[in-house]
């Protein structure tokens, strides 16, 4: 399984064995504005999918991140803490938030391609 899924809630996925890379997607950044502050979550912290991930703050809002997949964080991006504008400039590659070890990898079936989020992001207005 290559490439990144999307979850409803705006957050991106990309895994590497049992190791999934979480951030928000280019939609999510864009809605936000520019970010001023990204709270991370503590390595080894247990997540479960649909829970809060991460807090990310605009300055339109603070919103909620939340783990499209459960499992353990094994890192966090700790560069955002001196730039978090790197989520505006790089959602999909620098601005990751944490890497996660899974717990169920079958929670991976309920999140899209980018073809499939495209069309949620298009219908979602």
């Not at 996925?13 to 950044?29: E, F, L, R």
Request: proline share 3%; hydrophobic share 40%; charged share 25%.
């Amino acid at each position: 399984m290559s490439g990144i899924r999307f979850s409803k809630d705006h957050e991106w996925v990309k895994v590497d064995g049992d190791v999934a890379t979480i951030g928000i997607s280019p939609y999510a950044q864009e809605q936000l504005g520019d970010v001023v502050f990204v709270d991370l979550p503590a390595i080894g912290k247990k997540v479960e999918k649909g829970k809060e991930l991460a807090v990310v703050e605009s300055v339109k809002a603070a919103s909620e991140v939340y783990a499209p997949v459960s499992g353990e964080v094994v890192e966090v991006n700790d560069a955002l803490g001196d730039a978090p504008g790197t989520v505006n400039e790089d959602a999909l590659g620098k601005g990751w938030f944490a890497k996660v070890k899974m717990s169920n990898k079958a929670e991976l079936d309920g999140l899209m391609d980018d073809a499939a989020y495209k069309t949620f992001c298009a219908n979602s207005h």
